[in-house]
């Protein structure tokens, strides 16, 4: 069974993880538009992983008794200022979903909650390999430059990327 304060916190992830698919959604819709579909279909997945990712808390909380909650939500940004906005934007949203991974590990650490603790450690060695693929585009984007053709190039790899590999 989990503590008021454990579920409440975990209810909270789950929401920001549907919250992260949204953002990731309005992304892909954003580079399509910009005839971007490599970035697009980057994102769609990241969209879908972050799904998943809610489902795994939600399916965590049934079988521990607890009540899922989900909560309204505010509609993400949907405008940008090209591809290396928008990564950027994308590395500043990981970070923060990995302080709430961490916060969460440590509230359950503390709370002597085992469970929960082994839970929200495949969480944070998942945020660790987000952020640094986050980074890596970003690191391309920034060599490229303004370059249509580079970004073109960047555009084709991020095309190739399969469900379950962010590469």
């Known amino acids: 069974m989990l503590s008021e304060s454990m579920l409440k916190a975990i209810n909270e992830q789950l929401n920001f993880e549907l919250f992260s698919a949204n953002v990731y959604l309005s992304m892909s819709a954003y580079f399509k538009r910009n005839a971007l579909n490599g970035f697009a279909h980057w ?3 990241q969209a879908q ?3 998943e990712h809610a489902m795994k808390i939600f399916n ?4 521990k008794g607890g009540k899922v909650e989900i909560s309204a939500m505010d509609a993400p940004t949907s ?3 090209g591809p290396l906005d928008v990564m950027q934007y994308t590395l500043i949203h990981e970070q923060e979903v990995t302080s709430r991974i961490n916060n969460l ?3 359950a650490h503390e709370s002597n909650d085992h469970s929960t ?3 929200f450690h495949w969480f944070i060695e998942e945020q660790v390999q987000e952020e640094a693929e986050v980074s890596e585009i ?3 984007l920034v060599l490229v430059g303004d370059s249509s053709q580079g970004i073109f190039m960047i555009d084709d790899k ?3 990327r399969k469900a379950g590999s962010a590469e």
Do not use: P, R, T
């Not at 965590?60 to 079988?63: G, L, P, S």
């Open 43 to 45: 994102m769609s997945l």
């Open 49 to 51: 992983e972050e799904f």
């Open 60 to 63: 965590y909380i049934c079988n």
């Open 79 to 81: 405008e940008w200022n």
């Open 105 to 107: 590990f440590k509230v």
């Open 117 to 119: 603790s082994v839970f």
């Open 138 to 140: 970003i690191d391309k």
């Open 158 to 160: 991020l095309g190739l």
